[in-house]
Protein backbone atom coordinates (compact mmCIF):
# COMPACT_ATOMS: atom_id res chain seq x y z
CA UNK A 1 0.00 0.00 0.00
CA UNK A 2 2.93 2.43 0.91
CA UNK A 3 4.45 1.49 -2.30
CA UNK A 4 1.39 2.43 -4.50
CA UNK A 5 1.06 5.66 -2.67
CA UNK A 6 4.81 6.67 -3.16
CA UNK A 7 4.63 6.12 -6.90
CA UNK A 8 0.82 8.35 -7.06
CA UNK A 9 3.07 11.05 -5.08
CA UNK A 10 6.05 10.80 -7.45
CA UNK A 11 3.51 10.96 -10.53
CA UNK A 12 1.67 14.43 -9.06
CA UNK A 13 5.20 15.76 -8.44
CA UNK A 14 6.27 15.00 -11.70
CA UNK A 15 3.27 16.45 -13.58
CA UNK A 16 3.65 19.56 -11.98
CA UNK A 17 7.25 20.01 -12.55
CA UNK A 18 8.57 21.84 -15.73
CA UNK A 19 11.85 21.16 -17.23
CA UNK A 20 14.07 22.88 -19.23
CA UNK A 21 16.78 21.85 -21.49
CA UNK A 22 17.68 25.04 -23.34
CA UNK A 23 20.31 25.21 -21.15
CA UNK A 24 23.80 25.46 -22.91
CA UNK A 25 27.01 25.20 -20.93
CA UNK A 26 29.64 26.58 -23.48
CA UNK A 27 32.71 25.85 -20.84
CA UNK A 28 35.38 24.20 -22.38
CA UNK A 29 38.02 21.70 -21.00
CA UNK A 30 41.23 21.54 -21.80
CA UNK A 31 41.91 18.36 -22.39
CA UNK A 32 45.70 18.91 -23.97
CA UNK A 33 48.52 17.27 -22.87
CA UNK A 34 50.86 19.02 -20.20
CA UNK A 35 54.15 21.04 -21.01
CA UNK A 36 57.11 19.02 -20.93
CA UNK A 37 60.34 20.48 -19.70
CA UNK A 38 64.05 19.27 -20.08
CA UNK A 39 65.82 19.58 -16.96
CA UNK A 40 69.67 20.39 -17.64
CA UNK A 41 72.69 19.85 -15.56
CA UNK A 42 75.35 22.53 -15.61
CA UNK A 43 79.03 21.58 -15.31
CA UNK A 44 80.86 23.67 -12.81
CA UNK A 45 84.72 23.38 -11.93
CA UNK A 46 84.05 22.26 -7.94
CA UNK A 47 81.44 20.15 -7.95
CA UNK A 48 82.48 16.25 -7.71
CA UNK A 49 81.73 13.83 -10.00
CA UNK A 50 80.86 11.42 -7.20
CA UNK A 51 78.69 13.50 -5.88
CA UNK A 52 77.07 14.87 -9.36
CA UNK A 53 76.68 10.72 -9.54
CA UNK A 54 74.92 10.22 -6.22
CA UNK A 55 72.51 13.00 -7.12
CA UNK A 56 71.54 11.80 -10.53
CA UNK A 57 70.81 8.40 -8.65
CA UNK A 58 68.94 10.12 -5.73
CA UNK A 59 66.89 12.84 -7.36
CA UNK A 60 66.31 11.42 -10.69
CA UNK A 61 66.24 7.56 -9.77
CA UNK A 62 69.18 6.83 -12.81
CA UNK A 63 71.39 3.45 -11.94
CA UNK A 64 74.37 3.82 -11.74
CA UNK A 65 75.23 3.28 -15.47
CA UNK A 66 72.91 6.18 -16.55
CA UNK A 67 74.02 8.49 -13.59
CA UNK A 68 77.68 8.11 -14.90
CA UNK A 69 76.99 8.29 -18.53
CA UNK A 70 75.24 11.74 -17.54
CA UNK A 71 77.96 12.91 -15.13
CA UNK A 72 80.18 12.30 -18.22
CA UNK A 73 78.61 14.49 -20.61
CA UNK A 74 78.40 17.60 -18.32
CA UNK A 75 81.78 17.32 -17.54
CA UNK A 76 82.57 16.91 -20.99
CA UNK A 77 80.17 18.78 -22.97
CA UNK A 78 79.49 21.53 -19.61
CA UNK A 79 76.18 20.38 -19.89
CA UNK A 80 73.38 17.09 -20.00
CA UNK A 81 70.08 16.53 -20.21
CA UNK A 82 68.86 14.20 -17.28
CA UNK A 83 65.48 13.70 -18.11
CA UNK A 84 61.84 15.90 -19.15
CA UNK A 85 59.17 16.42 -17.18
CA UNK A 86 56.01 18.19 -16.35
CA UNK A 87 57.10 21.43 -15.18
CA UNK A 88 55.67 20.61 -11.63
CA UNK A 89 58.22 17.84 -11.47
CA UNK A 90 60.91 19.45 -13.34
CA UNK A 91 60.76 22.37 -10.58
CA UNK A 92 60.69 19.93 -7.63
CA UNK A 93 63.82 17.89 -9.06
CA UNK A 94 65.65 21.18 -9.57
CA UNK A 95 65.26 22.65 -6.09
CA UNK A 96 65.96 18.88 -4.79
CA UNK A 97 69.46 19.33 -6.97
CA UNK A 98 69.87 23.16 -5.58
CA UNK A 99 69.23 22.07 -1.69
CA UNK A 100 71.28 18.87 -1.99
CA UNK A 101 74.33 20.84 -3.59
CA UNK A 102 73.89 23.46 -0.36
CA UNK A 103 73.96 21.31 2.04
CA UNK A 104 77.15 19.79 1.06
CA UNK A 105 79.08 22.91 -0.06
CA UNK A 106 78.58 22.13 -3.28
CA UNK A 107 77.42 25.01 -6.27
CA UNK A 108 75.68 22.33 -8.74
CA UNK A 109 73.02 23.89 -10.60
CA UNK A 110 70.03 22.92 -12.95
CA UNK A 111 67.47 24.30 -15.35
CA UNK A 112 64.86 23.94 -17.56
CA UNK A 113 63.60 24.58 -20.91
CA UNK A 114 60.76 23.55 -22.53
CA UNK A 115 60.87 20.77 -24.37
Given at each position: ?20 T ?39 H ?12 V ?41
Amino acid sequence: MFFCRFIAILMDVSSDTRYTTDTVFDERIDTSEPDEFRVILLNDDFTTMDFVVAVLMSVFHKNLVEATKIMLDVHQKGRGTVGVYTYDLAITKINRVHSLAKENGFPLKCIMEKA
